[in-house]
């Protein structure tokens, strides 16, 4: 290492120093490089993040963009050298790997590094240096090595932190539970235009239509030192769900049915801004389309099948003749019909459907997460002249498509299946069973994890639970879920915070679920 970093201070890693260092200024090797290398102070606004850890690598992330709130971040529209070094302690005297990449203009001087070269199941920390400033340092973790026994895996799982409806108070908390993955099940931004109403804080730009303002919503949640702090704890696990893009989009169209070309040209934006942003070991988007349905191992302990339900879907079932065609926004709310049930339709696509059952079938895993963004459970969401209302936008209006997972989970003998969820802006917990034998013994469970700070204001959600077969609603309380599992069983806690209106919010459990490997199925335990 050069004299110059040799000597240059350091901001080191712990469980508090990931929420200090985050608010902390990013200029630490302020030692008059900058000028001679033509860069702007303050590169690392947005942080660092690691994320789809594997045996021997981990992808590590961070954006270049000492004017975060402008469209190209504030960069010359040259290519950066970033350095990057892994390290097995915080202060960086035992350097794993190091090396270069490049910052490139297109990609908003983002950078991804697939980090390879290390020992499984271990803990190391990362950080990026670019001209003389280095960035925050990051904590990340290895998966344990294929098919080898592992004592335990922790894991947060969370979805939809609407910016303007509360502060990153759940993320405080995600830090303190020390965990060895995080899990993030999409609405990671809302791309609404400001509203005033019931905001704690407003969206810094209006509604994002390119890929300028797509960089500029991405920038205003990353900014948040809180969200910086989760990220710099643990490598993260992500997929997305509408908001990234638009308010319930289906395939290539939107709520209002609009023009699919300028939607995609829409949604082509949005996804670079999505791959610019996040640790993923996906391929760049190629326009409008980008793979992110894909496997991650822990050991032969577990396995989580991440998915993609929003790019390949089909269009919303039960809509009125001629709606489509006419650009008319689409019916939320839809009773029985026909089309609901045509096993045709699909949520996947048939080539994502194709992977996912393969994978079921093949999987050595002890433990099988289906990771996925909504309820899944056939729910009624009201009654209306007697008649029950459904969702016309998550797995209740895409029921076959749901039953050929269950189907696949009971024909290839899935080991200890469980689908976590998010989306909806509740907690809710269900048996699932086979669609074949309704009344047979569970043959897994469900459980969806709450929001960060996304509101549900249903007065319907509780009263229909019972009807619904959901053994726990609750939709007024904000936070995440926390999976604990080992080779014999486990547990799922709902963690739920005071008031997310609150920075300093405290936090407590609302609700505890125990697993036993071997028998699906919830098992409610008291808190």
Known sequence: ??????????????????????????SLF????????????????????????????????????P?????????????????????????FSRISRSGMARAE??????????????????????????GSEASPVGRTRTAPARGTAVDRLRLCFASCQKYEAGFYAAWRHVVEEDPDLILFLGDYIYEGAPNKKNAVRLHRNPEPMDLAGYRVRYATYKLDPLLQAAHHAAPWALTWDDHEV???????????????????RRRAAAYQAYYEHQPLRARPPRGPDMRLYRTLDWGSLAQLQIVDDRQYRGPHACQPPGLVEAHKPYLSKINDCADLYDPSRTMLGAAQEQWLDERLGKTKAQWNLLTQQTLM?????????????????????????????????????????????????????????????????PIAAEFVGGSIT??????????????NGLAFA????????????????????????????????????????????????LHVETV
Do not use: C
Request: aromatic share 10%; net charge negative.
């Open 377 to 441: 459970r056939q729910t009624v969401q009201h009654y209306q002249d007697g008649k029950a209302e459904y969702s016309a936008d998550n797995w209740s209006g895409y029921p076959a498509a749901r039953d050929r997972i269950f189907r696949r989970w009971a024909e290839a003998g899935t080991s200890n299946p469980l689908a976590l969820g998010g989306d909806i802006h509740a907690f809710a917990a269900a048996d699932i069973r086979n669609p074949d034998r309704p009344d047979d013994a």
């Open 67 to 91: 004017q975060p709130m402008e469209h190209d971040g504030g960069m010359p529209a040259l290519p950066v050298p970033v350095r990057w070094e892994i390290a097995e302690d915080e202060a």
């Open 30 to 65: 302020s030692i008059g490089v900058h000028a001679a290398a033509g860069l702007p102070r303050g590169l690392f606004s947005l942080g660092v993040a690691s994320g789809d850890p594997e045996p021997d690598g981990v992808i590590l992330w961070t954006r270049l963009a």
């Open 105 to 130: 203009p297109y990609w908003g001087h983002s950078v991804h590094v697939d980090a390879r070269g290390l020992r499984p199941g271990r803990s190391y920390f990362y950080r990026f240096i670019a």
């Open 1 to 26: 290492m050069s004299e110059i970093f040799q000597h240059a201070p350091l901001l080191t890693y712990s469980r508090r120093g990931a929420i200090a260092g985050a608010f902390a200024a990013g």
């Open 454 to 467: 996304s509101l549900r204001p249903d007065p319907d959600f509780k009263p229909l639970a019972a009807t």
């Open 474 to 521: 609750e939709n007024e309380i904000r936070g995440y879920g926390r999976l604990d599992i080992d080779a014999k069983g486990g547990s799922v806690t709902y963690r739920g915070l005071a008031d997310a209106r609150r920075e300093d919010s405290p936090i407590s459990d609302i609700a505890r679920f125990s697993l036993e490997a071997g028998k699906p199925g």
């Open 246 to 264: 638009a308010n319930d989009y289906a395939g290539a169209l939107d709520e209002g049915n609009g023009d699919p070309v300028a939607f995609l």
